[in-house]
């Protein structure tokens, strides 16, 4: 088996560009490049206007730079990147930044104001799954350019008209969908007004620490370094990152040497590295929220609109069971919305597994017959196993789960489009703010933004203008009372159960050093890995 999971392995590298050798024995990655190996069927785009998957938030900064990042030992912390400085407007509603001297492209091109105004209003004008927040900033397609102003060639002033203050503008800006492109290279690559969508789907055009040479989507993608980049160069030449679906082939990987790093391993598969040599198992901070949702606008099944069944649901999730017993530790039972580590967030757990007080919910509500529901859930670990664990706790209360278990592109599209009954998913924050979670928890704004409320078709105007009242409060307390109360509200009374937290684990051979990640998605890090 390993055999053959191995020269699969190392054929279809072949079609990217990079052949490794291959032994039965022993099959080490060469020197100077770093092999990956994870689940990426949810990748849609590697264009950060548009990428909004996991896979995609992970690599972005290995691709591409933004003005400000969080500091990942520090979130709270902002550093300066693109910009070497910034300063804020006498009215509260600007920022006037500088950029790093120097600072170039991958292929070059120095990083200019023209290059940081381009690429903000480009993502606020395509309108793709991440531009809702940069429409938190008040953002729109028609009132962007204004908002954006070239100083010189080395300044540049960022407006917004939303009643926010500077330091959470900075905190919109350090996400994925604020990166840096170069302005020459996208626009060279246009293809009937698409802004260079098409292109950097599978190209890069960024200033970050690699750059792409072949991505084949849903094989791999591999990665040159990019010695110019700004800040410190990375450590390593290529870097590879594998799609292997199975867990299992993903740790045989990493044993024999094929694989320098596993990601998405489930607990079985680190039991089973426990004490193999040559292998370590590091484990990081996560604010990774796992949660159910369900769709009430699914108008052949009532239920689901009922909010009798979502307090029902609340009792039917063997919390303690999946947290301690299948998933071993590597999350943990927590039932808000913002993850523990995030200032505000709730750590109190008043649900638990109760199958007949379910029952009673039930009954009471009238819903005491068989219900029959569609779970939707990513073709991987460990969702697959606590989909299983879900389909037996709730049929407990006579509610029959039939999973439908897909890639992530496809239950992605499912949720976008409404068109699922429930689903398993999991929720990681965009910058290292309350209202990043709770605006998509907690808000379901008229003006149609695709929050996962709206996905649950969740009507919430009283709830929505709380949301809105706590980010646009300037006094740090009343922001944490808001949110507080507001993460109540969803805890008690909402189409979502909330569950579980991660513990974010992988494993990698012994003399990988330098590989860090941080607590939000895109803390992921590459650039100071050696071997």
Known sequence: MIQGALRRFGYMLLGVGIVLPISPARADTPPGILVVVQAMDDLVSLDPAEGFELSSEQLFGSIYQRLVQADPADPATLQPVLAA???????????????????????????RADDVIYSLSRAVKLNRSPAFILNELGWTADNIDAQLVSVDATHVRISWPAPVSPEFALHILTTTVASIVDKREVLAHQQDGDQGNRWLKTHSAGSGPF???????????????????????????????????????????????????????GPDQFTALKGKPNIRIAQFPSATVCYLLFNTTDRSNPALANPAFWQAARWLVDYRGLAEDLLQGQFSVHQAFLADGFPGALDDTPYHFDPARAKAVLAKAGLDHDIDLTLDVFNEEP????????????????????????????????????????????????????????????SNPEQGSHTLAWRAGWSIPELSAETQQAVMSSDPAERLRLYRDIQRKVQSDSPFVIALQQRSQLAMRSNVRGYRQGLDADMVYYDQVTK
């Open 85 to 111: 400085s910034w300063a804020a407007g006498d009215n509260g509603r600007s920022l006037t930044f500088t950029l790093r001297a120097g600072a170039t492209f991958a292929n070059g091109d120095p990083v």
């Open 211 to 265: 750059r792409i040479r072949r991505y084949v989507s849903r094989e791999a993608l591999v990665l040159d370094a990019n010695p110019s980049s700004p800040g410190v160069a990375p450590r390593i030449k290529t870097l590879i990152i594998r799609n292997i679906a199975d867990a299992a082939t993903r740790r045989l990987l990493l044993e024999v040497g094929d694989a320098d790093i596993a990601r998405d391993l």
């Open 383 to 442: 969702f697959i196993d606590i989909a299983q664990s879900l389909k037996s706790s709730f049929a407990q209360a006579g509610i029959h789960l039939h999973l439908r278990i897909e890639a992530g592109a496809e239950v992605y599209a499912r949720l976008r489009s409404r068109t699922y009954q429930a689903a398993w998913l999991y929720w990681i924050p965009d910058y290292f703010d309350a209202h990043s979670t709770a605006s998509a928890f907690a």
